[in-house]
């Protein structure tokens, strides 16, 4: 069984910070693609980021690209999203999410494990 447990929100005022975490247990953390994704009450989860099983390469979705960053540590089974110059828009319950695919994708149908999800709230 697949676990994902995020950790690391709460509420900030715009243009601070926060580091999201997703320890990650009962499979190999290294055969996963890891992607963090959103959802705003009354909206579809969204694709913010995703990051590649080694690490090597990643990608973003546009409003956040040059204030998020994704990282992973396969050491400690974690994936990190680390979220800069927050905006009242960025409040959500961010997900994190693992693909063991080796396809690139940034669809929501295509990760086959998720987190509880965190909230963020971001305050003007």
């Known amino acids: 069984q697949v676990q994902l447990v995020e950790s690391g929100g709460g509420l900030v005022q715009a243009g601070g910070s926060l580091r999201l975490s997703c320890a990650v247990s009962g499979r190999t953390f290294s055969n996963l693609a890891m992607g963090w994704f959103r959802q705003s009450p009354g909206q579809e989860r969204e694709f913010v980021a995703r990051?590649?099983?080694?690490?090597?390469?990643?990608s973003y979705t546009g409003s956040v690209q040059g204030r998020f960053t994704i990282s992973r540590d396969n050491a400690k089974n974690t994936v990190y999203l680390q979220m800069n110059s927050l905006k009242p828009e960025d409040t959500a319950v961010y997900y994190c999410a693992a693909d063991r695919s080796l396809a690139y994708s940034d669809s929501v149908g295509d990760f086959d494990y998720w987190g509880q999800g965190t909230q963020v709230t971001v305050s003007s």
């Open positions: 990051i590649n099983r080694s690490g090597a390469s990643t």
